[in-house]
């Protein structure tokens, strides 16, 4: 069990789900429970750790977000409306909507049902649902959708003129302080309080802490405990953690005892600390590099009417030089102008050469399911789940056979500085291309491709569309197709420059 403690609003809601494995391995240590919040309520599903990999049945998971598996001929498929993951039981990969994700296990039998790594949840299902999700592995809890749920830890340490209690609730979160009688009540602006009991330090200050409903901590105060003072101060991480100091003054003899004063209600934080900026702010965008996919002996995707992805990305390419140059006066240098591959270093060292101020890789989707189509910009994340299972420069193997052209590694430090803005331009290229540019379910991804990781600017991967999708496959080919999306994207770089130059950017 966790030793979370929260409040118990969902009752009528909540289902108890008795799982009990069908088969338990001998190294399979006692289970634990990974609590899911939603707006629905609060449910609980088993987590087996084995080998230090904690595991969730794929069932418990199709039971909570509405998923179906079927298993053929050794490949597992989660279907969620029309998306789909692909799971094979030897591989530690999931082909996600045909994109292929790592895991830091492969999937296990235990009995009749399979059993998948926890991060199956965030790596290869949150990309398929319609709804967010945050795993916090450490606190075994998952919280659907947009509910604003701070994990709030407390620590009390004595001093010699009382105790001082430090509560801090991460990602920020407004919150008042106010005393009443032998209690200081702690109401947060938030749905669900993530509450870490503390152990207390043996003293008579304070006598228990404790989550009085969903967003209000009670802090119960010693029968002889002193005035209290609250201060909240705000961290500059970029999480955010609001952070409350209670002190508690020791008691003081009666008789020449000034009353106390009223603990002052603090007011919730009413400015948010910014992140440090990151450079480009204050600097206009100069030079572009635009980087078309594959070439020469590498054709990339061919679709079914013999389309290939590196005659688009060059088309494509073409276009948008002409059209950032015509209407920007921006300088866009092409890794390659003729049919011809570079390598991943040769592409990324033009950007750097150049002194790009942006790096935009152009390449053209296939996915397993035809139905699947749009585009989709994928930038370079730091995240806090290590890649540390993918190989450096390897190419991993596709389920189906053959080799993903996009390969994944760890992560590395030239891209890492430019995070933010990467970010920050995917986002505005999505915003360009609604209405305009077909987009797929998940527009903007961040993921570790290994084409923008020594880029030293910002730099976000394109997939234009879909060459598997048959009527993508006869759009992307087109003057019409292509002319729309250059338009998009330089709508986008437009945005970025005027951005970069009002120092918007950070
Ligand atoms: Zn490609």
């Given amino acids: 069990?966790?030793?979370?403690?929260?409040?118990?609003?969902?009752?009528?809601?909540?289902?108890?789900?008795?799982?009990?494995?069908?088969?338990?391995?001998?190294?399979?240590?006692?289970?634990?429970?990974?609590?899911?919040?939603?707006?629905?309520?609060?449910?609980?599903?088993?987590?087996?750790?084995?080998?230090?990999?904690?595991?969730?049945?794929?069932?418990?998971l199709g039971a909570v977000f509405q998923f179906t598996t079927r298993e053929e001929s050794g490949a597992i498929t989660a279907a969620y409306k029309n998306k789909t993951i692909i799971l094979t039981l030897d591989q530690p990969l999931a082909s996600v909507a045909g994109r292929l994700v790592p895991l830091p296990a492969a999937p296990l039998r235990a009995g009749r049902r399979v059993l998948v790594p926890i991060e199956f949840i965030s790596r290869?299902?949150?990309?398929?649902?319609?709804?967010?999700?945050d795993l916090r592995k450490s606190s075994n809890l998952l919280v659907v959708g947009d509910l604003r749920v701070p994990h709030v830890t407390a620590r009390l340490e004595t001093t010699g003129a009382g105790a001082r209690l430090t509560v801090d609730a991460t990602p920020r979160a407004g919150l008042v302080a106010s005393q009443d009688g032998q209690r200081v009540l702690v109401k947060f602006d938030v749905d669900i309080l993530d509450f870490t009991s503390p152990s207390l330090p043996p003293q008579a200050l304070v006598q228990a802490?404790?989550?009085?409903?969903?967003?209000?901590?009670?802090?119960?105060?010693?029968?002889?405990?002193?005035?209290?003072?609250?201060?909240?101060?705000?961290?500059?991480?970029?999480?955010?953690?609001?952070?409350?100091?209670?002190?508690?003054?020791?008691?003081?003899?009666?008789?020449?005892?000034?009353?106390?004063?009223?603990?002052?209600?603090t007011p919730p934080p009413s400015q948010a600390v910014e992140p440090p900026s990151?450079?480009?702010?204050?600097?206009?965008?100069?030079?572009?590099?635009?980087?078309?996919?594959?070439?020469?002996?590498?054709?990339?995707?061919?679709?079914?009417?013999?389309?290939?992805?590196?005659?688009?990305?060059?088309?494509?390419?073409?276009?948008?030089?002409?059209?950032?140059?015509?209407?920007?006066?921006?300088?866009?240098?092409?890794?390659?102008?003729?049919?011809?591959?570079?390598?991943?270093?040769?592409?990324?060292a033009t950007a750097n050469n150049s002194k790009a101020d942006l790096f935009v890789s152009l390449h053209a989707d296939a996915s397993f399911k035809p139905s699947v189509s749009g585009a989709t910009i994928y930038y370079l994340a730091a995240t806090d789940e290590p890649h540390e299972e993918t190989q450096a420069g390897g190419r991993l193997p596709v389920v189906t056979g053959g080799s993903r052209d996009i390969e994944l590694i760890p992560w590395d430090l030239a891209q890492a500085r430019h995070a933010a803005q990467s970010m920050a331009f995917a986002m505005l290229t999505e915003e360009q291309f609604r209405g305009r540019v077909p987009l797929s379910a998940h527009a903007v991804i961040s993921a570790p491709l290994r084409v923008l990781q020594s880029a030293n600017m910002p730099a976000v991967l394109v997939e234009i569309g879909h060459l598997s999708n048959a009527e993508q496959d006869k759009q992307l080919a087109g003057a019409e197709f292509q002319n729309l999306f250059t338009q998009a994207l330089t709508d986008a770089v437009t945005k970025f420059h005027e951005q970069a130059a009002a120092g918007d950017l950070r």
């Fill in 1 to 60: 069990l966790t030793a979370r403690s929260l409040p118990v609003a969902f009752a009528s809601l909540t289902l108890a789900i008795v799982c009990l494995l069908a088969s338990r391995a001998a190294t399979q240590s006692p289970s634990a429970l990974l609590t899911i919040l939603s707006k629905d309520g609060r449910r609980t599903i088993n987590v087996t750790t084995m080998a230090g990999q904690d595991f969730v049945a794929l069932d418990d």
């Fill in 124 to 133: 290869a299902l949150a990309p398929i649902l319609d709804t967010k999700l």
């Fill in 209 to 265: 802490i404790h989550p009085l409903d969903q967003s209000t901590l009670a802090i119960d105060l010693g029968p002889r405990a002193g005035s209290v003072r609250t201060s909240t101060q705000l961290d500059g991480s970029a999480a955010g953690t609001t952070r409350l100091v209670v002190d508690v003054a020791a008691p003081v003899q009666a008789d020449t005892q000034t009353p106390p004063p009223p603990a002052a209600a």
């Fill in 278 to 348: 990151a450079g480009l702010a204050g600097a206009s965008v100069r030079t572009v590099v635009i980087d078309a996919g594959h070439g020469g002996d590498d054709a990339g995707v061919t679709s079914a009417s013999g389309t290939k992805e590196k005659d688009i990305t060059l088309g494509v390419a073409r276009r948008l030089k002409a059209a950032i140059e015509g209407r920007l006066g921006i300088r866009v240098v092409l890794t390659r102008d003729d049919d011809r591959n570079p390598s991943f270093d040769e592409r990324a």
